[in-house]
């Protein structure tokens, strides 16, 4: 996709990989549309933005107005990056289950609901992309976020099956597996903590400048799904041929081997 003038619905774009996507894209000469919960944090990543609002998307009324707004100012959505999400550390067997409401509130069923109400209008133009940002722990389970991972394999398997309904449609999807990446991210889980030798491989993670990066060049090359970094690939074939010996390995991570 050539991305200039195209326009870009952004969510959860007020920090983290959301923002650093508007700021690639603003510079590929895309019109945006951003949304998150913080106006202040839209107002600063938002610096190119044509639109913001503020807004809790696990609402209809939100992810409605969100989309309302987005066609009233431009006439189109081109490419849809469901971005927004949150985490939660802790075995699944003693987790809160209105944590997990809320997890599965936002990380599934607020982007199914943004794609149900952009994929009729890019299916009448014959045009679109739908961007799904999930993890590398949607690719294999990580121990210490079991429910979070649980969420990604959602996302995953929901991108890839949209993938084949649209296929004859206009409508493409990209599926987005970023591994460690130095946002805000465990600071602002739903709860609990990841374990200490997780919090210390912060110093091998790619910046949410390199994971926008990646996303916009998949986008511009049509890629089908992307980790970032590509490193990430090795991880899941190595999860994939030798699963005993990675999940005892992640099971020693998270310290319950």
């Given at each position: 996709?050539?991305?200039?003038?195209?326009?870009?619905?952004?969510?959860?774009?007020?920090?983290?990989?959301?923002?650093?996507?508007?700021?690639?894209?603003?510079?590929?000469?895309?019109?945006?549309?951003?949304?998150?919960?913080?106006?202040?944090?839209?107002?600063?990543?938002?610096?190119?933005?044509?639109?913001?609002?503020?807004?809790?998307?696990?609402?209809?009324?939100?992810?409605?107005?969100?989309?309302?707004?987005?066609?009233?100012?431009?006439?189109?959505?081109?490419?849809?990056?469901?971005?927004?999400?949150?985490?939660?550390?802790?075995?699944?067997?003693?987790?809160?289950?209105?944590?997990v409401r809320h997890l599965m509130e936002l990380n599934f069923f607020a982007l199914l609901g943004m794609i149900q109400l952009v994929t009729?209008?890019?299916?009448?133009?014959?045009?679109?992309?739908?961007?799904?940002?999930?993890?590398?722990?949607?690719?294999?389970?990580?121990?210490?976020?079991?429910?979070?991972?649980?969420?990604?394999?959602?996302?995953?398997?929901?991108?890839?099956?949209?993938?084949?309904?649209?296929?004859?449609?206009?409508?493409?999807?990209?599926?987005?597996?970023?591994?460690?990446?130095?946002?805000?991210?465990?600071?602002?889980?739903?709860?609990?903590?990841?374990?200490?030798?997780?919090?210390?491989?912060?110093?091998?993670?790619?910046?949410?400048?390199?994971?926008?990066?990646?996303?916009?060049?998949?986008?511009?090359?049509?890629?089908?799904?992307?980790?970032?970094?590509?490193?990430?690939?090795?991880?899941?074939?190595?999860?994939?041929?030798?699963?005993?010996?990675?999940?005892?390995?992640?099971?020693?991570?998270?310290?319950?081997?």
């Amino acid at each position: 996709m050539r991305l200039e003038g195209k326009v870009v619905l952004i969510t959860g774009a007020s920090d983290g990989i959301g923002a650093a996507c508007a700021s690639e894209f603003a510079a590929a000469g895309a019109c945006l549309s951003l949304t998150a919960r913080s106006l202040e944090g839209l107002t600063r990543a938002g610096a190119g933005a044509h639109l913001i609002t503020a807004g809790d998307l696990t609402l209809e009324e939100t992810r409605r107005q969100v989309v309302d707004r987005t066609l009233e100012r431009f006439g189109a959505i081109d490419l849809l990056i469901n971005n927004a999400g949150v985490g939660l550390y802790g075995p699944s067997w003693a987790a809160s289950t209105d944590d997990v409401r809320h997890l599965m509130e936002l990380n599934f069923f607020a982007l199914l609901g943004m794609i149900q109400l952009v994929t009729p209008h890019m299916r009448a133009r014959r045009n679109g992309m739908i961007v799904n940002v999930s993890s590398i722990g949607g690719k294999m389970v990580l121990p210490w976020a079991t429910l979070y991972s649980a969420s990604k394999y959602a996302v995953s398997g929901l991108t890839e099956g949209l993938r084949m309904e649209l296929r004859g449609d206009g409508v493409r999807t990209m599926l987005v597996c970023p591994g460690y990446v130095t946002t805000g991210f465990q600071e602002h889980v739903r709860s609990g903590r990841a374990p200490d030798v997780v919090v210390r491989a912060r110093s091998r993670a790619i910046t949410p400048a390199a994971c926008a990066r990646a996303i916009r060049r998949g986008v511009e090359r049509d890629a089908r799904t992307i980790l970032a970094p590509r490193a990430g690939w090795l991880l899941v074939a190595l999860a994939r041929l030798f699963p005993r010996a990675v999940e005892a390995r992640m099971a020693a991570m998270n310290g319950t081997a």
